[in-house]
Structure formats: C-alpha cells, structure tokens
C-alpha cells in the first residue's frame, strides 16, 4: 500500500485495532502524502500512539522526525507535537513546538501556551480517575476565565474544540464517575465553555452541537430541565438554519435527549413523540456505525435513568 492507503486504513481500524493503526502508521513516510491529509496523520499519531496505547514518547518522537523534514506545517501539527511533547515529559521540547504553533496561528504565546495544555488535558483524560480528570479540567479551564479570552482570538475555534473534546470524553464516564463532585463541575464548565467560544468563533452548526453537548452534560448530571432547554434551543437552530433537513442526523439525536428529558420529567405523552420522531430519523440513517451510535445512546440514557432515578 502507499502512504494514502495506509493512512485510509489506520484511520478505518484505530478505534476496533489500535495496535495495528499503529504499526500502520508507522510505515507511512509523511512527505508522501498530500499535505491536505497531514491533519489526520497527525491526530492518529497522538491518539493512538499517545491516547490509545499510552506510548506518548513514541508519539513524541514520530512528531520530531516528521516536523524535522517539514518545518512549513500548519499550525495543528506544532500543537500535536506540543501535546505529545508535554505528555511524554519533555517540556524544552513542548515549550519550542508550542512557540512554532503560536507562530503558525498567528497567535500570542499566552493563548497558544493555554490551548496547547487544554489538548494535552483532553488527550490525557482516558488514564486519570474521576477526580483527579475533574481537578485538571478546572486547571486547563481556568484560564478561558480571564481577562485575555474575554475578546475574540486566532485561537477561539481551537480552545473551543478542545473544550468539546474534553466535555465529550467526561459525559462519557462510568456512571459512578458522574457522582464526583470535581468532575461533575469540571464536566458543566467544559460545555458551557465549548458553548461561549463556539458562538463567537463558530457557525450555527457549531453552536447548535455545542448546545447537543450542553444537553447532554446536563441530563448526565440529572437535570432534565436544563437537558430539555439546551435540546430545545438546539432544535430552534436546526429549524431556522435547516430547511432543508441536511443535518438529520443532528436532529435525530436532539429529539433522542428532548425525549429523555421529558419522560424524566414526566411528560409522558411528549416524550413518545419526540422518541418516535427521533427512531424515524434513525431508520433511515443508512449507516452501521451512525445506528450504532444512536443504539449505544439510548442504553446510555436507560442506564442513566436506572442510575439516577427521578
């Protein structure tokens, strides 16, 4: 196979066979592949051999070898080989990657030092225990507070993904992880961060999925009032934004958690509706992994619901 067969590849089996993505990856010479699909190579790189298999040095030092040979790589490469650096404990190397990502995002040093820690905590959480992941999602959050995120940046999109990725990985968590305090308020102010930032960097989709996220952390966290809120206004997006119905898979899983929400609250009656309107979506997906997806929802809010009786 060549670079780009291998690439396609690694990416189709990372999640089932993470060793073999990795020894995939592993033959892939960068300088092979067309520059359009460097942004993959480089995520596979720390999400396998860092995340996944927990060799952050061997993440590390893959990163050096190729941004050796290409010193003009986009700014998302310098910030994968900040993270990898930082996690394979080797800071000279992280601070002088996070430097070129500052550069190459045209950012100031501040801002690209503060996203640079959010995707290392992002990429680090899967290996922690449910407090110490909440302590160093407030650590990685605290910044976005200040002063210097109060006005738009280069960088809004990038901080705003991570807090995704980070809200995304939390509302996930064993369900006895939800019941910790730090992690509990680590996961809200990952959501609503993820939803400030996207509303001023983003588009409607963005913001609409945001809000998906808000919905989701909530009805984790038990409050299926907020849930329903979120969902709601999520839903208003798609109707003002999506005549056309383009984003019916978004819709599908909206309706999913407004139906949660409500028969949580008790509505009964609404919450049927909105079930029913969601698994007619959902039939018509056409897709094995999105039905999947939608089926592992629904276990994981009859769970919550055994879990957190109303």
Request: charged share 20%; glycine share 8%; with cysteine.
């Given at each position: 196979?060549?670079?780009?067969?291998?690439?396609?590849?690694?990416?189709?089996?990372?999640?089932?066979?993470?060793?073999?993505?990795?020894?995939?990856?592993?033959?892939?010479?960068p300088m092979?592949?067309?520059?359009?699909?460097?942004?993959?190579?480089?995520?596979?790189?720390?999400?396998?051999?860092?995340?996944?298999?927990?060799?952050?040095?061997?993440?590390?030092?893959?990163?050096?070898?190729?941004?050796?040979?290409?010193?003009?790589?986009?700014?998302?490469?310098?910030?994968?080989?900040?993270?990898?650096?930082?996690?394979?404990?080797?800071?000279?190397?992280?601070?002088?990657?996070?430097?070129?990502?500052?550069?190459a995002a045209?950012?100031?040093?501040?801002?690209?030092?503060?996203?640079?820690?959010?995707?290392?905590?992002?990429?680090?959480?899967?290996?922690?225990?449910?407090?110490?992941?909440?302590?160093?999602?407030?650590?990685?959050?605290?910044?976005?507070?200040?002063?210097?995120?109060?006005?738009?940046?280069?960088?809004?999109?990038?901080?705003?993904?991570?807090?995704?990725?980070?809200?995304?990985?939390?509302?996930?968590?064993?369900?006895?992880?939800?019941?910790?305090?730090?992690?509990?308020?680590?996961?809200?102010?990952?959501?609503?961060?993820?939803?400030?930032?996207?509303?001023?960097?983003?588009?409607?989709?963005?913001?609409?999925?945001?809000?998906?996220?808000?919905?989701?952390?909530?009805?984790?966290?038990?409050?299926?009032?907020?849930?329903?809120?979120?969902?709601?206004?999520?839903?208003?997006?798609?109707?003002?934004?999506?005549?056309?119905?383009?984003?019916?898979?978004?819709?599908?899983?909206?309706?999913?958690?407004?139906?949660?929400?409500?028969?949580?609250l008790g509505?009964?009656?609404?919450?049927?509706?909105?079930?029913?309107?969601?698994?007619?979506?959902?039939?018509?997906?056409?897709?094995?992994?999105?039905?999947?997806?939608?089926?592992?929802?629904?276990?994981?809010?009859?769970?919550?619901?055994?879990?957190?009786?109303?």
């Amino acid at each position: 196979m060549d670079a780009a067969a291998l690439l396609t590849e690694a990416d189709a089996c990372h999640d089932a066979d993470p060793a073999r993505a990795a020894g995939l990856i592993e033959r892939i010479d960068p300088m092979a592949l067309d520059p359009s699909r460097w942004p993959l190579l480089g995520f596979l790189l720390v999400h396998v051999q860092g995340e996944k298999l927990g060799d952050w040095q061997r993440a590390h030092r893959s990163l050096q070898a190729w941004l050796a040979r290409a010193a003009d790589a986009p700014a998302l490469l310098w910030r994968h080989a900040a993270v990898a650096a930082t996690l394979a404990g080797a800071p000279e190397a992280a601070g002088s990657a996070t430097s070129r990502y500052a550069m190459a995002a045209g950012a100031d040093a501040a801002r690209a030092t503060e996203v640079v820690a959010l995707a290392a905590t992002a990429f680090g959480l899967s290996a922690r225990p449910a407090g110490e992941a909440g302590a160093r999602v407030h650590a990685a959050l605290a910044p976005l507070a200040g002063v210097a995120w109060r006005d738009a940046g280069a960088l809004d999109a990038a901080a705003a993904a991570q807090c995704n990725n980070i809200g995304s990985h939390l509302v996930d968590r064993p369900l006895a992880d939800l019941a910790v305090p730090a992690l509990r308020t680590a996961l809200t102010a990952s959501a609503v961060q993820a939803e400030r930032l996207w509303q001023r960097a983003g588009t409607w989709v963005n913001h609409e999925r945001a809000l998906y996220l808000r919905a989701l952390a909530a009805s984790a966290l038990g409050d299926a009032a907020a849930a329903l809120a979120h969902a709601q206004q999520a839903l208003a997006l798609l109707d003002a934004n999506d005549p056309g119905g383009a984003e019916r898979v978004d819709r599908a899983f909206l309706q999913l958690e407004a139906g949660f929400a409500l028969q949580r609250l008790g509505r009964g009656a609404e919450a049927a509706a909105r079930h029913a309107q969601a698994d007619e979506i959902a039939a018509g997906f056409g897709d094995t992994e999105l039905t999947q997806w939608f089926a592992d929802r629904m276990a994981r809010n009859a769970a919550l619901a055994g879990a957190q009786p109303d």
